[in-house]
């Protein structure tokens, strides 16, 4: 689950984590009084949930309490189009309006899970302000990475030897170790998928402060976060992706034309990877899991098929714990339902696959049989033809 930077900051303020003085608000007049609060120079940042949005004019350096309510009725409602929204954009409903702060150099931390080894990395760099993508293929020997034992947290050796890569000495030096050990611990201590800092600001004065700041989290730790569950904002999420987490499933939205119905994420992959093979676009994938009821195969197919850019679809399924016969009579029962309009290949392997076959036969409905991934791939491809 995806935060907004102000609930970020919130919830890295209660492990110690230093950040700038601000409050969110959705009312020009309200930023305008909070910049006089700060002193009049106030920075006013839109609160949507992607990266970018300083490029995307998001974000505005205000000099006075009147120059910040113009720019917050400016960025208030605005169509926020970065390299992570998508060019649709994204509506900004809330701004946050910052303190500006002094700026003597600005540095990168992130901490995510390194996979390959099992355990939290933290990650640092003197490129801050910078897209970490764009600095790990320029010049990756510009990111230093040090993982860590979650159980133990991030050790003070581990801490000054990451300080000592960010060049940083002093008393600038000893608030950068207490700084990256508390971040470590709001990672570990929330189930965070990630925790960016970016930039990591250090002020003239030698302060080291969170200047931006994201968090993600496992959304299978949730239910041991009841505040941080509060912060979902669904607004900030595809409405399809909504829809289809009311029934425990799976949806992620993609760019292509091809509707892909499938059970299990290694299975999601591969037959996305074999569209892409075979010449097509993944529009979407829709994950029904190994024990979904008939219920909710048909609501899998009613997401699948709202998607305007569906133009044919994918069902494969290799059934184990799922049965082929349930995904049959759900797709029957949402075709009927709902009607096709767009050809519709199905693969079925796995348990009861000719009870499956025959429910899908006996229909009547128009749906393209294949054997395998390839051919199956390869009549989703062809059925695109026909259909335009």
């Not at 993982?147 to 000592?164: H, I, N, T």
């Not at 987490?245 to 059970?263: A, E, H, P, R, T």
């Not at 044919?312 to 029962?333: K, P």
Request: proline content about 4%; some cysteine.
């Amino acid at each position: 689950m995806k935060i907004h930077e102000y609930q970020a900051k919130e919830v890295l303020r209660g492990f110690g984590v230093a950040t700038p003085r601000g409050r969110v608000t959705d009312s020009p007049e309200e930023a305008g009084r909070i910049a006089k609060e700060f002193g009049g120079r106030a920075v006013v940042k839109a609160q949507v949930h992607a990266g970018g949005r300083g490029k995307g004019g998001g974000v505005k350096l205000a000099k006075s309490p009147e120059e910040a309510e113009a720019l917050a009725r400016k960025i208030l409602g605005m169509q926020l189009v970065t390299h992570q929204t998508g060019p649709a954009g994204q509506k900004v409903k809330k701004i946050l309006v910052e303190e500006a702060l002094d700026i003597a150099q600005e540095l990168y931390i992130g901490i995510t899970l390194d996979r390959a080894i099992g355990k939290p990395v933290m990650m640092v760099s003197k490129q801050g302000g910078m897209e970490i993508e764009v600095v790990a293929a320029k010049d990756p020997g510009a990111i230093v990475k040090e993982p860590f034992e979650p159980s133990w947290g991030l050790q003070p050796y581990q801490a000054r030897k990451l300080a000592d890569a960010l060049g940083l000495t002093g008393e600038t030096h000893k608030k950068a170790v207490g700084f990256l050990i508390a971040l470590a611990k709001a990672y570990v201590a929330t189930d965070a998928s990630l925790a960016e800092i970016n930039p990591l600001l250090i002020t003239g004065t030698g302060d080291v402060i969170a200047l931006d700041a994201k968090m993600n989290f496992d959304d299978n730790a949730l239910f041991r976060h009841t505040a941080i569950r509060e912060y979902r904002d669904l607004d900030e999420e595809d409405p399809l992706e909504v829809e289809a987490s009311k029934f425990g499933l799976n949806y992620i939205k993609l760019d292509g034309n091809v509707g892909c119905m499938v059970n299990g994420a290694g299975l999601a992959m591969a037959t996305m990877d074999i569209i892409q093979y075979a010449g097509g676009k993944p529009a979407n994938f829709l994950d029904v899991g190994g024990g979904a009821n008939e219920e909710q195969v048909k609501n899998a197919m009613r997401i699948i098929l709202s998607d305007a850019n569906v133009k044919a679809v994918l069902i494969n399924i290799f059934g184990g714990i799922m049965r082929c016969d349930i995904i049959a009579t759900g797709v029957v029962n949402a075709v009927k339902e709902i009607g096709i309009k767009v050809p519709v290949v199905v693969r079925l392997e796995g348990t009861n696959v000719e009870e499956g076959k025959a429910i899908l036969k006996s229909s009547g409905l128009a749906v393209i049989p294949a054997d395998g991934m390839k051919d199956a791939a390869e009549k989703v491809i062809a059925s695109l033809g026909k259909a335009a």
